[in-house]
């Protein structure tokens, strides 16, 4: 597997964007990867993440207080623009996690002028 669990320490400089939610609750990823939920706060509200590297690329999947339970959105870094892009990714990232497209409930490609 190329995907290893990050401390939020080492993306907390990234600027990341959301790009897809998925119908999955956070414990899911948690229990599937062995890997501690960390808890933080930004702008917009109080989060529970785990961040991942994945051959590179830097991404996290989040919930934050507020949104519907048992969902989590895939942030990548901001300097992804490009939609098939950033479709292609997801679709990566999903295939890594195990995790089904039918679990989309909304990305990128779904607004691009979000």
């Known amino acids: 597997m190329t995907l290893m669990v990050v401390p939020s320490g080492d993306v907390s ?8 939610v998925l119908n999955k609750p956070l414990g899911y990823f948690a229990t599937k990867l062995r890997a501690s939920v960390e808890t933080g706060l930004d702008d917009l509200d109080h989060y529970e993440s785990i ?19 048992n969902t989590v959105t895939i942030y990548l870094p901001s300097k992804f623009h490009e939609v098939e892009q950033i479709t292609n990714i997801v ?7 195990s995790v089904s497209g ?3 409930l909304w990305q990128r490609r779904d607004d691009p002028d979000l």
């Open 13 to 20: 400089k990234v600027d990341f964007v959301p790009q897809a």
């Open 51 to 69: 961040s991942f590297n994945r051959n590179g690329l830097l991404f996290a999947v989040r919930h934050y207080k507020g949104h519907p339970d």
């Open 91 to 97: 679709s990566n990232i999903l295939s890594e996690l």
């Open 102 to 104: 039918e679990d989309i």
